[in-house]
């Protein structure tokens, strides 16, 4: 990846971590959706994610 411009360091700098490098939260990382977070994010709310462990209510 090419260097990146001052606007768009200024757009990511939410994501930017100590080597300049945009890193997202452990949950964003796999994910292959649009809406992944910046790693620096205390709550992460995604509509796509649906935790393995969750019970179903209409399975109890």
Same mark, same amino acid.
Do not use: G, I, Q, R
């Given at each position: 990846m090419g260097r990146m411009s001052e606007k768009a360091k200024l757009e990511?700098? *939410? *994501?930017l971590n100590d080597r300049n490098r945009i890193t997202y939260c452990?949950? =964003?990382r796999k =994910?292959?959706?649009e809406c992944k977070q910046s790693f620096r994010a205390a709550v992460v709310a995604c509509p796509?994610?649906?935790s393995k462990r969750a019970v179903d209510k209409e399975g109890q």
């Open positions: 990511w700098a *939410f *994501f452990e949950k =964003c =994910c292959t959706e796509n994610y649906h």
